[in-house]
Each structure stands twice: as structure tokens, then as C-alpha cells.
Nanobody
Framework: VQLQASGGGLVQAGDSLRLSCQAS????????VGWFRQAPGKEREFVAG??????YLGDSVRDRFTISGDNMKNTVYLQMNALKPEDTAVYHC???????????????????WGQGTLVTVSS
């Protein structure tokens, strides 16, 4: 399974971005998918997760970000609105090797990771 994250870039505070995570080698359907981010010098942080029709957002992004999936395109999206400088990080998507489990929020819960896409928010 390979994951390709894309959509990052340099934006100003208050702007929006949509990140995409496309899987190859396997479908996302019925498998947990998560978005994490890692800022310089910090641990990798859970941002959002989805599994079938259930999703969960981290506390710091709940009112601004949404996660969704397109099974036809085998892609999971992270829509980020009202971006803040503290959202600056490398964003990674991940998925698990097994089906089920609901929405997973731990780094160790996932088996496959994409390479990450950099989001930089200037003030």
C-alpha cells in the first residue's frame, strides 16, 4: 500500500487549503484513515480520522477542519479553513492494514504512512 499526500503550500492566516491522500495498491473503503501533523521539534499529532461514515477531529481543529472520503477516487481529503500559524507542520496521512476498528487516533494504530505534505501558514 502506498499513500500519496498532496495539497500543501504557503498560505496566509485565515486562508484555506485542501489536502488529499490517495492510496494505491488497495482501497480505503472500510479501513481507518488518519491525518497527522508534525511541527519542527514536536511530536506527531493526530488531526483527523475517518472510517466509513464515522469521523473524528482533534480538539485544536474541530471547528475549522473537515475530513471526507471519495471511494471512487480512493482519496481522503482534509479541508482546512481559517488556518492559523500554529497549523504550520508537515501533514501525513496513514491507514491501517486491517479493516474495522472505527476511527483511530494513535500514531501506533496505523501501519502505512504517506510521505507528508508541508503546510506553512504565515501571520
Amino acid at each position: 500500500v502506498q499513500l500519496q499526500a498532496s495539497g500543501g503550500g504557503l498560505v496566509q492566516a485565515g486562508d484555506s487549503l485542501r489536502l488529499s491522500c490517495q492510496a494505491s495498491g488497495r482501497t480505503f473503503t472500510n479501513y481507518p484513515v488518519g491525518w497527522f501533523r508534525q511541527a519542527p521539534g514536536k511530536e506527531r499529532e493526530f488531526v483527523a480520522g475517518i472510517n466509513r461514515f464515522t469521523s473524528y477531529l482533534g480538539d485544536s481543529v474541530r471547528d475549522r477542519f473537515t475530513i471526507s472520503g471519495d471511494n471512487m477516487k480512493n482519496t481522503v481529503y482534509l479541508q482546512m479553513n481559517a488556518l492559523k500559524p500554529e497549523d504550520t507542520a508537515v501533514y501525513h496521512c496513514a491507514t491501517k492494514a486491517q479493516v474495522g476498528f472505527g476511527v483511530l487516533r494513535g500514531v501506533d494504530d496505523y501501519d502505512y504512512w504517506g510521505q507528508g505534505t508541508l503546510v506553512t501558514v504565515s501571520s
